[in-house]
T-cell receptor
Framework: GQQLNQSPQSMFIQEGEDVSMNCTSS?????WLWYKQDPGEGPVLLIA?????ELTSNGRLTAQFGITRKDSFLNISASIPSDVGIYFC???????????FGKGTHLIIQP | EAGVAQSPRYKIIEKRQSVAFWCNPI?????LYWYQQILGQGPKLLIQ????????DSQLPKDRFSAERLKGVDSTLKIQPAKLEDSAVYLC???????????FGPGTRLTVT
């Protein structure tokens, strides 16, 4: 089946720094999604991307749908303590498909 | 608007025992999903329902896992008998329709000893 490789696995940053993470796939996706999961909670959708090359922002978050359709990037600017959590990329081919998730990037903000 | 509800939140059982999880989706959502999330990994889709019909159960281990959504609203996921490797968080999600934004519940954390 399709696999998503997400990197880095974890990030230790200082408050105020910018964050970048990415996701690559062994095959093409037609939709890329980015989720955040807090401890004891389910994932929450941050950004959805539907078109190759698309760049979409949600506040301090910006995500891009790669031109090859095999990758996506998420950037967080000026990180704050509440950004701590696990960020997952997810993809699907057809709208009716279930989602394929990456393994997550664990973001830790050092005081 | 109430979110996706799941119960129980935590369950500890011994291997070879049976267990069931319950999910109540957001009102009006036709599509319901069950995902399995093993520690350190992303969620993996187990089964997808559209109303009370199964549309994708290709990754459901059917020898021990079963799920139903009899009236097209609530759903139950059962494991019988459980194995050690079934220890995971079981997430339920729902969407207005297939392809719509998926909203996740808080999950049920299962520990098999």
């Amino acid at each position: 089946g399709q696999q998503l490789n997400q990197s880095p696995q974890s990030m230790f940053i200082q408050e105020g720094e910018d964050v970048s993470m990415n996701c690559t796939s062994s095959s093409i996706f037609n939709t890329w999604l980015w989720y955040k999961q807090d401890p004891g909670e389910g994932p929450v959708l941050l950004i959805a991307l539907y078109k190759a090359g698309e760049l979409t922002s949600n506040g301090r978050l910006t995500a891009q749908f790669g031109i090859t359709r095999k990758d996506s990037f998420l950037n967080i600017s000026a990180s704050i303590p509440s950004d701590v959590g696990i960020y997952f990329c997810a993809g699907r081919n057809k709208p009716a498909d279930g989602l394929t998730f990456g393994k997550g990037t664990h973001l830790i903000i050092q005081p | 608007e109430a979110g996706v509800a799941q119960s129980p939140r935590y369950k500890i059982i011994e291997k070879r025992q049976s267990v069931a999880f319950w999910c109540n989706p957001i009102s009006g959502h036709a599509t319901l999903y069950w995902y399995q999330q093993i520690l350190g990994q992303g969620p993996k889709l187990l089964i997808q329902f559209q109303n009370n019909g199964v549309v994708d159960d290709s990754q459901l281990p059917k020898d021990r896992f079963s799920a139903e959504r009899l009236k097209g609203v609530d759903s139950t996921l059962k494991i019988q008998p459980a194995k050690l490797e079934d220890s995971a968080v079981y997430l339920c999600a729902s969407s207005l329709d297939r392809g719509g934004q998926q909203y996740f519940g808080p999950g049920t954390r299962l520990t098999v000893t």
